[in-house]
């Protein structure tokens, strides 16, 4: 990676767009996956860079969802894996999830360089889909095997930075979908049934930190959290968080107002 002094301004926004080009290098990010990063950086910008209030009510109501679930899995692409490595084993930990390993560009030199970035964070974590044997119905080609005990059985997946077509089609299996996208507009953000938007390298030890505070919930307090939550709503309140923010970024100005000696 390139050195970036921690005194630059932007040191984390830089910081993780290099993990994003090592995990290229790495053969674990495809190509494709360095423009995804950038289009959700942009959102973050307009967002704030911060974890905001309807992202906060999203990450609860997933955990709650996850604890509740019978058969959890966690699924795990080449930006996740270049991304959050540690964060995600440790979630998937306190909510005793499995790891699936789910490709759009999927190969075998991907799914094996992800395995190894994964067990360098812990050499014994099981991994699914190294060797998928069934395919989501109507997605075609690579992108649609999946592991048979994985999100094959599972009845709650989780879903980051996806793409929307795979999102849509796990919603038709009748599979229970969480994604955390930074865009409120994406297919996936409008196809799950909750939309964490946040960037996730905040979410996921937050929720880390959600599942072990919640994991002594009783079953009707867990409930009582879903039944609250309406993901239309959280998605229109991010929206309308863009949207006064830029109004107050606009009267306020974003230039700089002082000569620069």
């Not at 959050?84 to 360089?113: D, W």
């Not at 190894?116 to 050499?123: A, G, I, N």
């Not at 889909?129 to 119905?137: E, L, S, V, Y």
């Amino acid at each position: 990676m390139v050195e970036i002094p921690k005194s630059h301004p932007r040191y984390w926004s830089l910081y993780y767009r290099e993990k994003i080009i090592e995990g290229m290098e790495k053969g674990m990010t495809a190509k494709a996956g360095l423009i995804a990063h950038g289009r959700g950086e942009a959102f973050d910008y307009l967002i704030g860079e911060r974890t905001i209030e309807p992202a906060e009510r999203a990450m609860k109501a997933a955990v709650a969802k996850l604890i509740l679930a019978k058969h959890p899995v966690i699924s795990v692409n080449g930006n996740v894996a270049a991304l959050v490595p540690k964060e995600t084993i440790e979630l998937a930990k306190a909510l005793n999830a499995k790891l699936e390993i789910n490709l759009f560009y999927r190969t075998e030199e991907r799914v094996r360089a992800i395995a190894e970035e994964l067990r360098k964070h812990d050499p014994d974590v099981e991994l699914l889909g190294i060797n998928p044997t069934k395919r989501i119905p109507g997605l075609e080609h690579e992108r649609g095997k999946v592991d048979e005990e994985g999100i094959w059985k599972a009845d709650v997946v989780v879903v980051p930075l996806e793409d929307g077509d795979r999102t849509e089609a796990l919603v038709r299996m009748g599979k229970f979908v969480i994604t955390v996208d930074l865009n409120p507009l994406s297919r996936s953000a409008r196809m799950a049934d909750i939309t964490i938007v946040d960037n996730i390298v905040r979410a996921y030890p937050r929720m880390t930190e959600l599942a072990r505070e919640m994991k002594d919930y009783s079953r009707e307090e867990l409930l009582a959290i879903l039944e609250e939550y309406d993901n239309g709503k959280t998605l229109s309140d991010v929206l309308a968080h863009i949207r006064d923010r830029l109004t107050r970024l606009a009267q306020g100005g974003v230039w700089r107002k002082e000569r620069l000696e």
